[in-house]
């Protein structure tokens, strides 16, 4: 029997991957980008509708309760991405952003094998419980220049870190709400290390500094989206997506 990702209860219900609010405010027929894994198929691209990108994961419990509030919660910041003009976030806007997209690669994880799953039974229930993201996770937001449709891709990236006996596991998700971009990057070591341990990674060369903009870990209290420079349609998010290297 299936059971909710977040709970343990038996699902009865079905969530919008692509929140619906939200694909209905975007106005447009274009069809998403979805990158994941159907069945026992090998991970691949393909378009998807809009409307409904349903997962079978989670419970009515869930589904119709703090998440329904998260979504009630984030709505606001999100309607204000889509004015076109420059959106202050202050520490309360940003972590409950932060929150959203952390649900969001959660539940859009679950269209891969479950056997490749980063998130455990057992983080997804913490996160339920306290509504705090998981220790070493980072958050970008950009501007999606000329993209108008949906795009959402997930994959592991996995490297040495500086002691070779501590493996480092990571798993990256990029998604975009028309002009809004986002990536999240989840990191965990096999062997437990100190909170307050650096962990550098690699990316590829691009204009990250001009285009992206990190809300979580908080590192100021009033982050200005978007940047003068963004990114360039679909082309632009494939790069985001594929921007990071092996951790080391």
Not at 49 to 56: A, E, F, I, M
Not at 68 to 73: A, I, P, Y
Not at 106 to 115: D, G, P, Q, W
Not at 134 to 148: D, E, M, Q, R, Y
Request: hydrophobic letters at 40%.
């Amino acid at each position: 029997m299936r059971t909710c990702i977040f709970c343990g209860n038996s699902v009865n219900s079905k969530e919008d991957a692509w929140p619906l609010w939200l694909v209905r405010r975007l106005g447009n027929t274009e069809k998403g980008i979805v990158e994941g894994q159907r069945g026992k198929q090998t991970p691949h691209s393909w378009k998807a509708s809009k409307s409904p990108l349903r997962t079978g994961n989670v419970c009515k419990s869930c589904n119709n309760g703090w998440m329904s509030d998260l979504e009630n919660q984030v709505k606001p910041i999100i309607e204000s991405f889509l004015l076109g003009e420059q959106v202050s976030l202050n520490p309360c806007d940003q972590t409950t952003l932060a929150v959203w997209i952390c649900k969001n690669a959660m539940v859009c994880e679950t269209f891969r094998l479950e056997s490749l799953w980063f998130f455990t039974s057992q983080e997804r229930k913490l996160f339920r419980e306290s509504i705090d993201l998981p220790l070493h996770t980072f958050i970008w937001i950009a501007k999606s220049v000329g993209f108008t449709g949906l795009f959402y891709t997930g994959s592991d990236l996995s490297g040495i870190a500086i002691k070779p006996i501590n493996q480092v596991n990571a798993y990256i998700t990029t998604m975009a709400f028309g002009p809004i971009a986002i990536q999240i990057l989840n990191l965990k070591m096999v062997n437990p290390f100190p909170q307050n341990m650096t962990i550098t990674g690699n990316p590829q060369p691009g204009p990250w500094n001009q285009t992206i903009i990190q809300i979580w870990p908080i590192t100021v209290d009033l982050v200005l989206w978007p940047n003068e420079i963004g990114l360039n349609g679909e082309l632009g998010l494939d790069n985001f997506a594929r921007r990071w290297g092996p951790i080391k």
